[in-house]
């Protein structure tokens, strides 16, 4: 049993058999849906786990409060991850009120069919469990929404839901101040990028509702509770959804035969040679697009590179950058390049992606390589190396 602070406990679990999170994210260290129960006068449970690991939820309970009834079900988000458990949890526990907002009600009925035995709360209304006085702040597409995040202000704690969250199970530790997290702040780059990413401004609006609010813990729906390195998570979260980058550069391409690498290659030496110390090369039909997101989310040069393919855009790349484009990842600097046998169309298509949906700041001129390098072609991926160095060097 892990005690929080003040009576509040994780009951979450971790989940090291699913390979891909919402069957798109790979889960290399696995994933925990965290789960907490506020044992006071009246017993409080704050969001649920993915209905497959029921049996340990409910063990998990039951150690902290044994026979003792439940009477809030709390539902900060209705991702069925933390919302699977409901129906399950309505059977073990008859008479508990689910208590969430209007949009929250109206997804619980349409999931689990599920009207009776609710409570309705509006932003900034509180429930009182006896010593833990909740209160209920909205923040409407973090990162669907009916999402919101309840806070017990008396003992300083914040349930966030998957604000904050970050892939990897707990492996022991809970609390950030029992685990070395050095593993974790990439995932919660990843995370945020691909799930949360699109979402600057609505985060933007949640920092600011919670802006002075003094918090002890963080404790979100997914890693580690967050003690010593609020700051951190907080800093990292207005960041991100500010688009702020760090000075570096992916360069990521698709290639068949490997002459578009080999001008990657060439890229990314001009690059480094001109000074360019962070640079991050993928091939982007090996790398799932979740890792390449995430280092595009950091660094502030992007360079994309594609073969032509049946008169149009390798697809992988078209994948990419239509990823990009859905997320609205702003902020970048981006230069281009590709290749063709007969008759060229990658490059014209990277361009049009750029001109009509990304709208980066183009950097130096796109190459289009015929057939296989020459040394011109050499002398114009240098080119383009040293022009997004320069560029990202002078910001
Ligand atoms: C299935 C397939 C379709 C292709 N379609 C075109 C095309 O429409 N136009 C063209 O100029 N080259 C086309 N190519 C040739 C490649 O674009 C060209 O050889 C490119 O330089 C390959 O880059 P890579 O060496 O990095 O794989 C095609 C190649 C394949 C395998």
Redesign the pocket.
Known sequence: MTEITNKIYYVGVNDRNKHRFEGLWPLPNGVSYNSYIIDDEKVALVDTVEVDFFTQFLENIHEVIGDREIDYLIINHMEPDHSGSIALIKKYYPNIKIVGNKKTLGMLEGFYGVTDDVVEVKNGETLSLGNHELSFVLIPMVHWPETMVTLDAKNKVLFSGDAFGCFGALNGGIIDTEINCETFWLEMVRYYSNIVGKYGIPVQNALKKLAGVELDYICSTHGPVWHEHIEKVIGMYDKMSKYETEPGLVIC???????????AEIIARAASKAGVKNIVMYNISKTHHSYILRDIFRYKGLIVG???????L?HEMEVLLSELANKDVKNHLLGWY?????????VAKIQEWNETKLHYEPVGEPVD????ITPEVKAQCEALGKAMAEKLLAE
């Not at 391409?253 to 001008?263: A, F, L, P, Q, V």
């Not at 594609?306 to 149009?312: F, K, L, Q, R, V």
């Open positions: 391409y698709g290639t068949m035969y490997g002459n578009t690498e080999r001008m594609a073969p032509t393919y049946n008169a149009g390798y590709g290749s063709h046998c007969w008759a060229s169309k990658a390589m015929k057939q296989a």
